[in-house]
Nanobody, 115 residues
Framework: QVQLVESGGGLVQAGGSLRLSCAAS????????MAWYRQAPGKQREAVAT???????NYGFSVKGRFTISRDNAKNTVYLQMNSLKPEDTAVYYC?????????WGQGTQVTVSS
């Protein structure tokens, strides 16, 4: 059974930092395209950052230069380092794993940025 378990969310002031973790079981994060998505109230889920099995990364325009996605294959965990947080970053953040037709989602972790 595949599980993606996010952690690290919380309440932070604008300008602060958080690091989200996504611990995977049942899959190897090194073989999958791993990503972070977020969904704010009343808005569609959007891709925040992606890391491929080859290590290539891609970021959403609104977070480029502030967020960093990384992967620790030994811990089978993916991270999202979020710096210079803004109130508009407030959302539920979801971990995603994809490989061909296999797609898995975590349960999400709330990030709230106060102004």
């Amino acid at each position: 059974q595949v599980q993606l378990v996010e952690s690290g969310g919380g309440l932070v002031q604008a300008g602060g930092s958080l690091r989200l973790s996504c611990a995977a079981s049942g899959i190897s994060v090194s073989q999958y395209t791993m990503a972070w998505y977020r969904q704010a109230p009343g808005k569609q889920r959007e891709a925040v950052a992606t890391i491929t099995s080859g290590g290539s990364t891609n970021y959403g325009f609104s977070v480029k230069g502030r967020f960093t996605i990384s992967r620790d294959n030994a811990k089978n965990t993916v991270y999202l380092q979020m710096n210079s947080l803004k109130p508009e970053d407030t959302a539920v953040y979801y971990c995603y794993a994809g490989l061909f037709t296999r797609r898995y989602w975590g349960q999400g972790t709330q990030v709230t940025v106060s102004s």
